[in-house]
């Protein structure tokens, strides 16, 4: 797929891996809407890459609507949907309450599902679309206090594999990518950006495959790949 031109609608837009993803996209050419839950963030972020946003929060059926509407309006249509927000909520089994499940699930699981049903018909119209769930290795295998975050991903990586299965006759690609831990502000205090360290990912890794499985031809798709850090030991 040419990227330049593409109209893509990609949420949790404002920092790390979808702020390094928006930068990378632009760089190529590609019409963006991004969207986050902290307005003055993603004002900025939308001021600095020249691209529209919606300050919705995906995890709401509200806020979906919202997000949909937004990039249509700006856009005219939508050629790729990046699901990329996602929070989490790591705790003993026997601390884990109806209540994280059902804020981490609304956003990792409800958000991306009820975002492909909005854009999928439209994708269908115009014969070709392609999909991309920012996923997690925690996807792949469980892991001590992943009973709410890890089983979200589970979850979206099973929701991926039945939209592959249901949407290639439609020339709609569905890819899920696996970062590994990647040092962004992700379940920090306050949003706060963790700095770099030199033997764990950066955004920008994230970004660089998410453009690589975008610019595939579109005779082909890819439907999975894991990105791990050489030697984060």
Not at 88 to 94: A, L, S
Not at 96 to 103: A, F, H, N, R, S
Not at 165 to 171: D, G, H, Q, S, T
Not at 189 to 210: N, W
């Amino acid at each position: 797929m040419q990227i330049d031109g593409k109209r893509i609608l990609l949420t949790g837009g404002s920092s790390g891996i979808g702020l390094e993803t928006a930068r990378a996209l632009i760089a190529k050419g590609a019409r963006l809407c991004i969207t986050g839950r902290r307005p003055d963030a993603l004002e900025a972020a939308a001021a600095e890459l020249g691209c529209a946003y919606a300050v919705a929060d995906v995890g709401t059926p509200e806020g979906v609507a919202a997000t949909v509407a937004a990039a249509q309006n700006a856009l005219g249509g939508i050629d790729v949907l990046i699901n990329n927000a996602g929070i989490g909520e790591f705790e003993r089994v026997e601390d884990v309450t109806w209540e994280m499940l059902e804020q981490v699930f609304a956003v990792n699981v409800f958000g991306p599902a009820m975002l492909a049903a909005a854009v999928v018909p439209g994708m269908k119209a115009q014969g070709q679309g392609t999909i991309v769930n920012i996923a997690s290795t925690s996807s792949q295998r469980g892991f001590a206090l992943g009973s709410v975050y890890g089983s979200s991903k589970f979850a979206l990586r099973g929701m991926t594999q039945c939209w592959q299965e249901e949407l290639r006759r439609y020339n709609i690609r569905v890819c899920q990518i696996n970062p590994s831990e990647v040092t962004t502000a992700f379940h920090q205090p306050g949003r706060r950006q963790r700095p770099a360290e030199a033997h764990k990912l950066r955004p920008q890794e994230i970004a660089h495959t998410l453009v690589a499985v975008l610019e595939i031809d579109d005779r082909a798709f890819v439907p999975e790949v894991s990105v791990w850090a050489t030697n984060p030991f």
